[in-house]
């Protein structure tokens, strides 16, 4: 079943992306763009919500807590020990992994707001916790209109995604992962063609976390 799930969120996430590139003008905001993206996960994979307290729970939800408390400053994704003064944090959308859920009858548990000493101590049982995880983050204006900082900073906030992902993936809490940078303007050939590049040279190749550019009304473009 896991194979199942896993085939339909990447067919899904390849026919979001292809709607994103034909009309990326109806998308105003990140928002605009993880809810299209939710609502269609949701949609294709209603079937296997799991049951808790005879409630249904959907697989596919937002801002879902890491597993460990991190630092996360320009590039870097630092994981921290849980009596650190740091804080978790978030991945924008994710997708349970059904079989192990069903394991579980704590809804804080699930929800990934507190997890308790049982599920620390045999937390092999459930792994990997997590499916897929998704992070987006947009192109939002043209980069010769912006100062260096704003320019070093979204591209800093697009390795440092990469990196949370791949912290989880390692910790076998992700099964999946992938990062979405996504033009909602266009922008000329030569500033995207800079950006892929410093992308390709910065993140680092794995089996289990992907990177990939949607320009602005042009076929998406894997960078890893």
Known sequence: MKQA???RIEKTLEEAGEDFSRNPSR???????????VRKLEDELKEYAVGVRK?????????????????????EFKETDDDSKSRRGHFDIVVLNSEVINKVKNIEVIRGQSFNEEFIQ???QYKPWLLYAIELMRIKRNPKSRK????????????????????AYKKRFLKNGIVLVL???????????????????????????KCKYIPWK???ISIR
């Open 5 to 7: 799930i896993i085939k």
């Open 27 to 37: 998308f105003f905001t990140e928002s605009d763009i993880k809810c299209f993206i």
């Open 55 to 75: 409630d249904k729970i959907s697989l596919v939800h937002t801002e879902y807590p890491t597993l460990t408390k991190c630092q996360m400053k320009g590039k």
């Open 122 to 124: 045999n937390r092999d």
């Open 148 to 167: 260096k900082s704003d320019k070093d900073k979204r591209y800093k906030s697009i390795v440092q995604d990469f990196n949370k992902l791949e912290a």
């Open 183 to 209: 033009e909602i303007v266009d922008i000329n050939n030569d500033t995207r063609n800079n950006i892929i590049s410093k992308l390709k040279g910065e993140l680092q190749d794995s089996t289990g976390v």
């Open 218 to 220: 042009r076929d998406a």
